[in-house]
């Protein structure tokens, strides 16, 4: 079968690696795709928003799936327009309802069905622009840290986890009266803060079954020791040292089956990744946050350590036997760490030749993969075009040695201002 694969980052790249491995696939199209997906497969000029233009490339080259990687076009409702076209509906489409993909688009909503089924999440209070009095009120009144996130979707910036009741109203008012996140902070979710450490489980679902395919650890701040500014990820680890059975039975039973349950029972259409974002407090589970698609960099390191053909699995969640499927996984560890543009999450500069690159693209077998993050070709060399810019992901017997095996990959890879964090996973020596 065709498949076209919708995004142009780190995770595309590392779900293009995985899926050109299925004898499923026949041809791979990635829209628009990077330096790194055309290694496996045909990338297309074409913007993950553009449904029009998705449509023509399904009908010309005749697609069989369409997998969506980033969130902006669930949201927009790339399922609901794939279903609403005749000549399109016998594509199988990996992702929700925008109905259902709601869960990421609005943190209100979210908490709401968490609330209604019964899942663990912290308390909430959600404002907007004229309840400012009363969300002013209500922060002046809140124990510390307290959250404030933006209600929609805001490019993964929009969390603010205030350390004082000053810095959290200049926040809000930063947020919802100077719209610092556009009509995404048109509405402020202020939330208790949960004390613990996180981690990320990740499920394939139809809306009633699921399958849990990974679940992993990734550092969002800038600098080593988790300092610093917030940003898409700076690394990742799985598998977890705390994710024992113990633990994975409370998420299976307090979170991932009541949340599809949840689905089926409110009539939301889901066929795709859930990505839950947790809390371990204290040994038990809290969800922070639903995301309606894999994560990034954290598909760096959850596609390396599944053994299972992923074009069936969509397969399988297409046709309805999910639940039958055996998932495998590779026994070793898996870590990421990404190379990031000088003077990220600020302002970086773009264009910046990389070199070093030569001998190690992502291929199967190896024992290091690098995915490409943000990069483009200009002039027929490769370089930098984006905040981060490269994944590097490697296997290792244990999670001290897969990082040192990226780190140590990374030193041959050289762009001006490059950085990296040295310290990923550095809460679990080995």
Same mark, same amino acid.
Request: net charge negative.
């Given at each position: 079968?065709?498949?076209?694969?919708?995004?142009?980052?780190?995770?595309?790249?590392?779900?293009?690696?995985?899926?050109?491995?299925?004898?499923?696939?026949?041809?791979?199209?990635?829209?628009?795709?990077?330096?790194?997906?055309?290694?496996?497969?045909?990338?297309?000029?074409?913007?993950?928003?553009?449904?029009?233009?998705?449509?023509?490339?399904?009908?010309?080259?005749?697609?069989?799936?369409?997998?969506?990687?980033?969130?902006?076009?669930?949201?927009?409702?790339?399922?609901?327009?794939?279903?609403?076209?005749?000549?399109?509906?016998?594509?199988?489409?990996?992702?929700?309802?925008?109905?259902?993909?709601?869960?990421?688009?609005?943190?209100?909503?979210?908490?709401?069905?968490?609330?209604?089924?019964?899942?663990?999440?912290?308390?909430?209070?959600?404002?907007?622009? !004229?309840?400012?009095? *009363? @969300? %002013?009120?209500? $922060?002046? &009144?809140?124990?510390?840290?307290?959250? /404030?996130?933006? !209600?929609?979707?805001? *490019? @993964? %910036?929009?969390? $603010?986890? &205030?350390?004082?009741?000053?810095?959290? /109203?200049?926040?809000?008012?930063?947020?919802?009266?100077?719209?610092?996140?556009? &009509?995404?902070?048109?509405?402020?979710?202020?939330?208790?803060?949960?004390?613990?450490?996180?981690?990320?489980?990740?499920?394939?679902?139809?809306?009633?079954?699921?399958?849990?395919?990974?679940?992993?650890?990734?550092?969002?701040?800038?600098?080593?020791?988790?300092?610093?500014?917030?940003?898409?990820?700076?690394?990742?680890?799985?598998?977890?040292?705390?994710?024992?059975?113990?633990?994975?039975?409370?998420?299976?039973?307090?979170?991932?089956?009541?949340?599809?349950?949840?689905?089926?029972?409110?009539?939301?259409?889901?066929?795709?990744?859930?990505?839950?974002?947790?809390?371990?407090?204290?040994?038990?589970?809290?969800?922070?946050?639903?995301?309606?698609?894999?994560?990034?960099?954290?598909?760096?390191?959850?596609?390396?350590?599944?053994?299972?053909?992923?074009?069936?699995?969509?397969?399988?969640?297409?046709?309805?036997?999910?639940?039958?499927?055996?998932?495998?996984?590779?026994?070793?560890?898996?870590?990421?760490?990404?190379?990031?543009?000088?003077?990220?999450?600020?302002?970086?500069?773009?264009?910046?030749?990389?070199?070093?690159?030569?001998?190690?693209?992502?291929?199967?077998?190896?024992?290091?993969?690098?995915?490409?993050?943000?990069?483009?070709?200009?002039?027929?060399?490769?370089?930098?075009?984006?905040?981060?810019?490269?994944?590097?992901?490697?296997?290792?017997?244990?999670?001290?040695?897969?990082?040192?095996?990226?780190?140590?990959?990374?030193?041959?890879?050289?762009?001006?201002?490059?950085?990296?964090?040295?310290?990923?996973?550095?809460?679990?020596?080995?």
């Amino acid at each position: 079968m065709n498949i076209l694969l919708l995004g142009s980052g780190g995770r595309e790249h590392a779900l293009a690696w995985k899926m050109s491995q299925s004898h499923h696939c026949d041809q791979l199209l990635i829209a628009p795709g990077n330096p790194g997906t055309a290694q496996f497969g045909k990338n297309i000029p074409v913007g993950v928003n553009d449904f029009e233009a998705i449509r023509t490339i399904c009908l010309e080259e005749k697609i069989g799936m369409l997998v969506v990687g980033p969130e902006d076009p669930l949201v927009n409702g790339v399922y609901d327009f794939f279903q609403n076209h005749q000549d399109l509906q016998h594509i199988t489409v990996v992702a929700p309802s925008a109905e259902a993909a709601q869960l990421e688009g609005s943190k209100a909503f979210s908490k709401k069905f968490m609330q209604r089924q019964g899942i663990p999440t912290a308390a909430y209070a959600e404002f907007t622009k !004229d309840e400012f009095e *009363a @969300g %002013k009120a209500y $922060i002046a &009144a809140h124990s510390l840290p307290v959250v /404030l996130k933006a !209600d929609g979707l805001a *490019a @993964g %910036k929009g969390v $603010i986890i &205030a350390q004082t009741t000053q810095e959290a /109203l200049a926040s809000f008012e930063e947020m919802i009266i100077h719209q610092q996140f556009g &009509a995404a902070s048109s509405k402020v979710v202020v939330e208790e803060f949960l004390h613990g450490i996180e981690v990320s489980v990740f499920v394939l679902t139809d809306g009633k079954d699921y399958q849990i395919i990974g679940h992993a650890k990734d550092y969002k701040r800038i600098g080593e020791g988790d300092t610093g500014l917030n940003t898409g990820g700076m690394g990742c680890v799985s598998p977890v040292p705390f994710m024992d059975a113990a633990f994975m039975e409370k998420v299976t039973k307090k979170i991932i089956e009541p949340t599809v349950a949840g689905l089926d029972k409110e009539n939301l259409i889901y066929h795709g990744f859930i990505f839950f974002g947790l809390m371990n407090m204290g040994g038990e589970p809290w969800v922070i946050e639903y995301n309606c698609r894999m994560g990034d960099p954290e598909t760096e390191v959850v596609m390396p350590l599944l053994d299972t053909d992923l074009v069936s699995l969509f397969a399988a969640m297409d046709n309805g036997t999910l639940a039958d499927v055996n998932i495998n996984f590779d026994p070793r560890c898996c870590a990421t760490v990404m190379a990031v543009s000088g003077g990220y999450p600020g302002d970086y500069q773009k264009g910046i030749p990389i070199t070093g690159l030569a001998e190690l693209n992502a291929q199967k077998g190896a024992e290091t993969l690098v995915f490409h993050a943000g990069t483009k070709f200009a002039s027929d060399r490769l370089e930098t075009n984006g905040g981060r810019v490269l994944a590097v992901s490697s296997y290792g017997n244990s999670l001290t040695e897969a990082v040192q095996k990226s780190k140590a990959v990374l030193e041959k890879i050289d762009f001006e201002g490059m950085y990296f964090r040295r310290d990923i996973g550095y809460e679990f020596p080995s």
